[in-house]
Nanobody
């Protein structure tokens, strides 16, 4: 089992920034590719960003490229999502997820590949 706890969400004005954190405990963090997803009211959960075990490979949804940045600190068992230039369309519950990965450089973008999920943190962007 891997337990994931997100933090850092909140209310921010359009154009502002937030940094989400996801602390992992349980199994060996370095064995997992990590991802951030979000779900807005009435919409399906969607991929935001992903990072490989080593941190050497990343992937982003087109809607957040150049604004969001995912990183991880394997010594602290933590993955981060730096979100800049936020807009109201970014309002959602943001979830951290972990996927047991076969290689050190693979990044997963599908919810079905992730084995463990956090409970989410709310991000609200006002116009």
């Amino acid at each position: 089992q891997v337990q994931l706890v997100e933090s850092g969400g909140g209310l921010v004005q359009a154009g502002g920034s937030l940094r989400l954190s996801c602390a992992a405990s349980g199994r060996t963090f370095v064995n997992y590719a990590m991802g951030w997803f979000r779900q807005a009211p009435g919409k399906e959960r969607e991929f935001v960003a992903g990072i490989a075990q080593s941190g050497g490979s990343t992937s982003y949804a087109d809607s957040v490229k150049a604004r969001f940045s995912i990183s991880r600190d394997n010594a602290k068992n933590t993955v981060y999502l730096q979100m800049n230039n936020l807009n109201p369309e970014d309002t959602a519950v943001y979830y951290c997820a972990a996927a047991l990965a076969p290689t050190t450089r693979v990044v997963f973008t599908s919810t079905s590949r992730y084995n463990y999920w956090g409970r989410g943190t709310q991000v609200t962007v006002s116009s």
